[in-house]
């Protein structure tokens, strides 16, 4: 499965347009996001993308859990959001 991670800084439109692809290509995307604005910017961009692949009768959900990553050397806990086609 394609791990797309996302940060504060992301730009949920580029995000979004990265989700789309790997929708269409494998059917599944992970997304994995560490912080409140990772997480926002994750979301936002799961919004749009659905909005991308809308008119190609594409239609997708979400699921939430969570991921233990390595950031800088230390465990942390992130936000795994999986995206599938419905």
């Known amino acids: ?50 909005g991308y692949l809308a008119p190609s009768g594409i239609d997708i959900v979400c699921i939430p859990g969570f991921a233990n990553v390595e950031v800088a050397g230390e465990s942390r806990t992130a936000i795994r959001l999986i995206v599938k086609t419905v």
């Open 1 to 50: 499965m394609e791990i797309i991670k996302v940060s504060s800084k992301s730009a949920p439109h580029a995000v979004a347009g990265a989700i789309a692809n790997v929708i269409r290509d494998k059917s599944t995307a992970e997304i994995q996001s560490v912080g409140a604005g990772a997480t926002n910017q994750a979301i936002k961009s799961i919004a749009i993308a659905r």
